[in-house]
């Protein structure tokens, strides 16, 4: 499996912007997808955005469209999540996961992801 470690998190006021990362290591990264996930106290974890092994094709929750945008760069292992126009509804833990294989498209679901980091943690603040 491959190892993910996040970072980027941190206290924001409302507005404003932060970008998370998702450092992959041990596995060769380009052979996954990745998502990112999040979750808010007493609340399930739920689906932000995600992309497939190559860039080619990503999704996101409506709640995030238009503010959110997912990237990634195979050669450096590394997925980035930048996060614009925060809104204290986005506080939460954010999660990334990885899913192997060579997929056309980005998965949306918690439950395909094999790999998960151990979450940054992202407070807005109004």
């Known amino acids: 499996q491959v190892q993910l470690v996040e970072s980027g998190g941190g206290l924001v006021q409302a507005g404003g912007s932060l970008r998370l990362s998702c450092a992959a290591s041990g596995r060769d990264f380009s052979f996954y997808s990745a998502g990112w996930f999040r979750q808010a106290p007493g609340k399930e974890r739920e689906f932000v955005a995600c992309i497939n092994w190559n860039g080619g094709d990503s999704a996101y929750a409506d709640s995030v469209k238009g503010r959110f945008t997912i990237s990634r760069d195979n050669a450096k292992n590394t997925v980035w999540l930048q996060m614009n126009s925060l809104k204290v509804e986005d506080t939460a833990v954010y999660y990334c996961?990885?899913?192997?294989?060579?997929?056309?498209?980005?998965?949306?679901?918690?439950?395909?992801?094999?790999?998960w980091g151990q979450g940054t943690q992202v407070t807005v603040s109004s």
């Open positions: 996961g990885a899913k192997f294989g060579l997929t056309s498209w980005a998965p949306v679901g918690a439950y395909e992801y094999g790999s």
